[in-house]
Nanobody, 118 residues
Framework: QVELVESGGGLVQAGESLRLSCTAS????????MGWHRQTPGDGREMVAE???????TYADSIKGRFTVSRDYANNTVFLQMNALKAEDTAVYCC????????????WGQGTQVTVSS
């Protein structure tokens, strides 16, 4: 089993920055994808940013130019640098990772709360 542990959430004011981290541990083969989704009670779950090995990075349109995702491949860690935060960025941010091994295996963290006050 693979465990994802997130850190870095909190309460900030609009315009400020936060950096989220997520580290995977356990029976890891080779994580192809690592990234972040976010969830709100009203809007459900939204993909925020994902990195697929070193070949492709995807971002949600709503955060382009403000958020940057990066990975530390040696330590199975993914980061999300969030700048110019807005009230609408308030959500639970969940780390996601995926790898191939007898099919596609996907793992999720518990989530970390990000609250942006306006």
């Amino acid at each position: 089993q693979v465990e994802l542990v997130e850190s870095g959430g909190g309460l900030v004011q609009a315009g400020e920055s936060l950096r989220l981290s997520c580290t995977a541990s356990g029976d890891i083969k080779s994580l192809y994808t690592m990234g972040w989704h976010r969830q709100t009670p009203g809007d459900g779950r939204e993909m925020v940013a994902e990195m697929h090995q070193r070949t492709r990075t995807t971002y949600a349109d709503s955060i382009k130019g403000r958020f940057t995702v990066s990975r530390d491949y040696a330590n199975n860690t993914v980061f999300l640098q969030m700048n110019a935060l807005k009230a609408e960025d308030t959500a639970v941010y969940c780390c996601v990772a995926g790898e191939y091994g007898g099919g596609w295996n996907e793992y999720w963290g518990q989530g970390t709360q990000v609250t942006v006050s306006s």
